[in-house]
């Protein structure tokens, strides 16, 4: 069984997420308003785009799905390592503009079943965590640094310690993001995975004179090293690059849109 529907809504297409005790959604590119190159469906401020289109792509996103945008919580992602517990206090920052969005932060948690986690991504990948035990979600933005850097395990870390979620009983689903089919590095790059924490070195691969390397796998290796249970551990398998109806950095030569997780407890 597949982990997502994928649901068309107006002119908007979205993949709607099975996943224990959170509602978790991911928008593609269909639908929106923005011009080339963030055609059309950008909901990222930080592009270059318009801000107004932005804007109004969020609120007929969010319309078209069925939530608030005044929920929502956005962060400034900047491929570091650090987590943020956010409340219903931080309702509505960053959802309508860049500057109070919570800054240099990677992963946001919320045990507030009032607050809608937001991560934006083109290629990186989005880590969905929850723990229906204890109401608790997160949301990672793990490109290859984050990934080296474990941040997905350290944000089951956090968890653990601010709600005392046990590891064992959490859900994690790897949403859309550049596949091993799509993403071949350098040689700097592939060594940092093959001498990287222990089990990356299956995640890269040499190919002729170059490497492939596997995101997905990095990260499902972070979430079992974490103590997350294989079976509880999902791959949604869709690549950005070759997926058809995302924006993808290395696909789109790094000037492109941005598609958006969404998050929270049920
Ligand atoms: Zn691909």
Request: net charge negative; charged share 20%.
């Amino acid at each position: 069984m597949d982990c997502f529907q994928l649901i068309r809504e107006k002119d908007m297409e979205y993949l709607k997420f099975v996943l224990p005790g959170a509602w978790a959604v991911f928008s593609t590119r269909q639908g929106g308003t923005s011009r080339p190159p963030f055609d059309t469906l950008n909901l990222a401020f930080h592009v270059g785009d318009e801000q107004e289109s932005v804007a109004a792509n969020r609120e007929a996103f969010a319309a078209a799905v069925g939530f608030s945008l005044d929920r929502v919580v956005c962060a400034n992602q900047v491929h570091g390592t650090n987590i943020q517990v956010v409340t219903q206090e931080d309702c509505g920052r960053g959802a309508f503009r860049l500057e109070d969005a919570v800054p240099e932060t990677d992963a946001l948690i919320t045990a507030d079943k009032g607050v809608i986690l937001a991560g934006f991504f083109a290629d990186c990948v989005p880590i969905y965590i929850s723990d229906p035990v204890k109401g608790a979600v997160a949301l990672v933005h793990a490109g290859w640094k984050g990934t080296v850097k474990e941040i997905a395990g350290k944000t089951v870390g956090r968890m653990s310690g601010e709600f005392s979620c046990s590891p064992a009983d959490c859900y994690a689903l790897i949403g859309p993001s550049i596949g091993p089919c799509c993403y071949t590095v350098g040689k700097e790059v592939a060594a940092k995975f093959e001498f990287g924490p222990e089990g990356f070195d299956k995640a890269v691969k040499k190919q002729e004179d170059k490497w492939i390397l596997d995101l997905w796998a990095a990260n499902r290796n972070v979430l079992l090293s974490s103590g997350l249970l294989p079976e509880r551990i999902q791959l949604s398998g869709v690549c950005t690059r070759c997926g058809g109806k995302f924006f993808s950095y290395r696909g789109d030569g790094g000037c492109t849109g941005r598609m958006a997780a969404f998050i929270k407890p049920l």
